[in-house]
Nanobody, 125 residues
Framework: VQLQACGGGLAQPGGFLRLSCAAS????????MSWFRQASGNEREFVGA????????RYGDNAKGRFTISRDNAENTVSLQMNSLKPEDTAVYYC???????????????????WGQGTQVTVSS
């Protein structure tokens, strides 16, 4: 599975950005597409995930109430809508995918076999 991420860029605090990730194919069973982020000097952090067959979602504490994952009309594509951005959201955002992953493991980056290239998100005035 190949993942192609796009979006990102520069936003002001309180602003918004939208990231998208397209998978080259998906499993007919559980297929979870997720977003992680990594700020300079920090560990990789879970942002949110969606099982694109079941539409189940899960969010990291950093994203709850501000970020939304959705499946786009293109069935193998998910988007991450990020609202009310804060400077601490600044990081490289990575799209990841996994098959046969259980809900409680959505936030564990070691469970993901497929990764896209990172895209920089900078929140600054």
């Amino acid at each position: 599975v190949q993942l192609q991420a796009c979006g990102g860029g520069l936003a002001q605090p309180g602003g918004f950005l939208r990231l998208s990730c397209a998978a080259s194919r998906r499993s007919s069973n559980r297929f979870v597409m997720s977003w992680f982020r990594q700020a300079s000097g920090n560990e990789r952090e879970f942002v949110g995930a969606m099982d694109i067959n079941m539409r189940t979602t899960r969010y990291g504490d950093n994203a709850k109430g501000r970020f939304t994952i959705s499946r786009d009309n293109a069935e193998n594509t998910v988007s991450l809508q990020m609202n009310s951005l804060k400077p601490e959201d600044t990081a490289v955002y990575y799209c990841a995918a996994a098959t046969n992953i259980i809900y409680s493991d959505y936030g564990r980056y070691t469970r993901y076999a497929y990764w896209g290239q990172g895209t920089q998100v900078t929140v600054s005035s």
